[in-house]
């Protein structure tokens, strides 16, 4: 059991009513805050502001709805600045955004519900239905995941190229390892040959260690003046790409967006009072009970109405017509504001494709900059380093000179096998350095192999999930509607999704296909409640795909008067199955409900203090 508190929400200025599990029912004349009541529910649930604004009541500057369950006590408040719109606080419900608009669009269907209204003015349903999925992000996510994959795909490729080349190293230590044993042991046999030689000042070992040094020097030259090659084309590359990069200039047709989206919010203020003009008279023209408010004669002609509104007399053809010119009036506010939303669009498009120009522009910039830092700094390294081999040409020519006066033919033996002995021990050391480095990267191979498999299962399953979500949607509004048809025996043969894919086979939206007597039609040649029955088969797909009764343990149903009495009983006992709390709204002339029934005779309502126009 749940006890609902309210204070000037919609047209309810104070009231309180008690829900119970099973069905509900609202029962009431016009204009005594049924819809009210849903809006409020809504309200302390947490699913307005979703696709409208927070339904306070007009003229006041605050209002509350506070939601006492078994266990726990909810309570949400609606505030209003001077001049601004309404403003949501407080502890809702439902506390995700996820969970609020689940329950916005697939459990509570009033009237304003998007889904109904989109599909009974004939609008794409795509963003609606996978408004759920928007809100994870699932493609923001497998975007990550990709980036991620990629960085350990670079990792892999370096790993397995440390691994190919791991052999020829490991093999070049050991040669080198064996070729420097046999210049030692060839070291030593002239030593031993020559001990007297050998003796301290032995300008050989000056001369070996120079020779040795001019060797080390030569190759740090070659290596730096390779990289300089390497680093020169990379930097011609990225000049190149910038010289194939053009930069958008900025668009001719500067627009004023804050405005635009000002006027746009003008108009959708404008199309929602307009709306519920419309809505109030036509469902008073219609389906009210029109003497209760104006004279009406009835004739064999038809009805003559004096209007509730300006007094005069006028036919109920009359009135139709002025509603008809109501609704164009609508239509167009909507056609304007499409406009300026295309332009807002169009405009946002342009500076984002301006901005990733320049940003592409800017980073290839900067990085032709850095390369031609790091040129320069090579450039300067390789000047120092022929300024030691210089150094050192000149000192070992200085030094074979003396010793060509003062050695023999075995000094010279023994400074090529010193000289060598040293040479090959820095390699060997560059060799092994290599070798614990290129060991290094192979170790991280499986490691590497296996989060690249982890991400390729988190992408697919991403993947998977989101497409399969959609066929889901597909599948249960085909249910939805075969269980319809069978129900309420409607005029149309069936209702099914068609499924939009994009170039590359991923799904990017709903069209909803609709046949009579075997033929495709439209929402336009179907009654208002098939129409009504459509929208709430497409609310109920949601709700079963998206697991809405593990959100929200209400379903609200309201403006429904298309259907006839019969059928919105079917409705109700359809509906009541799904949900562990059914609230709906009906006429007194609905006839009794096996229901808890709603009263508002203790509510203080609009109408109370305001009284209908004449």
């Known amino acids: 059991m749940k006890t609902v508190s309210i204070e000037n929400i919609a047209g309810i200025r104070s009231g309180s009513a008690t829900v119970k599990p099973g069905l509900n029912v609202v029962q009431a004349s016009n204009f005594q805050g049924k819809s009210s009541f849903i809006a409020s529910i809504r309200t302390v649930m947490g699913a307005t502001g979703h696709y409208g604004d927070h339904l306070l009541t007009e003229g006041e500057d605050t209002g509350s709805v506070v939601l006492e369950t078994n266990s726990d006590s909810y309570a949400v408040t609606v505030t209003r600045e001077q001049g601004e719109r309404p403003v949501r606080s407080g502890t809702p419900y439902l506390a995700t955004d996820t969970d609020q608009v689940s329950a916005r669009l697939f459990a509570f269907l009033g009237e304003d519900n998007p889904i109904r209204r989109a599909v009974r003015n004939g609008e794409d349903l795509t963003e609606y239905l996978q408004a759920p999925l928007e809100l994870e992000d699932i493609d923001a996510q497998i975007r990550t995941l990709k980036e991620q994959r990629d960085a350990v795909d670079a990792r892999i490729d370096t790993a397995e190229t440390a691994a190919a080349e791991l052999p020829a190293v490991q093999e070049k230590v050991t040669q080198l390892t064996t070729e420097l044993e046999s210049l030692r042991a060839r070291r030593d046999e002239l030593q031993q040959e020559r001990v007297d030689d050998l003796q301290k000042g032995d300008p050989s070992d000056q001369l070996s260690s120079s020779k040795s040094r001019l060797q080390t020097v030569k190759n740090k030259i070659e290596r730096i003046e390779n990289r300089i090659e390497r680093t020169t084309e990379r930097k011609a590359d990225k000049q190149s790409e910038l010289d194939e990069l053009t930069v958008p200039s900025e668009p001719v047709d500067s627009i004023d967006v804050e405005k635009r989206e000002q006027r746009i919010a003008a108009l959708r ?4 009072l307009i709306e519920d003009l419309y809505h109030a008279n036509r469902n008073m023209l219609e389906d009210g009970d029109l003497d209760r408010i104006t004279d009406v004669s009835r004739t064999v002609s038809g009805d003559d109405i004096t209007c509730w509104l300006c007094g005069k007399e006028s036919t109920k053809r009359e009135l139709s017509g002025r509603l008809e010119a109501m609704q164009q009036t609508i239509e167009q506010l909507r056609a304007d504001t499409n406009d300026l939303q295309e332009d807002i669009t169009e405009y946002n498009q342009q500076q984002r494709l301006i901005e990733q120009r320049r940003s592409q522009h800017d980073r290839l910039e900067q990085e032709r900059k850095q390369l031609g830092a790091e040129i320069q700094d090579l ?5 120092t380093y022929l300024s030691k081999r210089d150094a050192l040409e000149d000192e070992i020519q200085a030094l074979a000179d003396q010793l060509d006066t003062t050695e023999s033919q075995y000094t010279e033996t023994l400074t090529d096998v010193k000289t060598e002995i040293r040479t090959k021990a820095a ?36 993947r998977t999930r989101k497409t399969e979500t959609q066929y889901e949607l597909k599948a249960a509004f085909d249910t939805a509607v075969s269980e319809i048809i069978d129900r309420f025996a409607p005029g149309f043969d069936h209702a099914r999704f068609d499924i939009r894919t994009d170039p590359q086979g991923e799904i990017e939206g709903f069209e909803l296909n609709i046949a009579r007597d075997g033929r495709q039609t439209t929402v336009d040649a179907l009654s208002e409640g098939e129409v009504e029955l459509i929208g709430v088969a497409v609310a109920l797909a949601g709700y079963r ?14 403006g429904i008067s298309q259907l006839a009495s019969a059928h919105l009983r079917k409705l109700i006992e359809y509906l009541e199955a ?10 007194p002339e609905a006839g009794d409900f096996e229901a808890h029934i709603i009263s508002p005779d203790e509510w203080d309502v609009v109408s109370d203090r305001d009284p209908a126009p004449a």
């Open 379 to 383: 450039n300067g390294e390789r000047r």
């Open 578 to 587: 799904t949900t562990e709390i059914l609230v709906t709204t009906a006429y």
């Open 269 to 272: 203020d404008q199309i929602h």
């Open 427 to 462: 390699r060997l050391d560059e060799a092994r350095e290599r070798l614990d480095t290129l060991d290094d990267r192979k170790s991280d191979l499986e490691g590497l192999r296996e989060q690249q498999a982890g991400y390729e299962t988190e992408i697919e399953s991403l």
């Open 545 to 558: 795909v998206y697991d809405v009764e593990d959100r929200t343990p209400i379903v609200l149903i309201d």
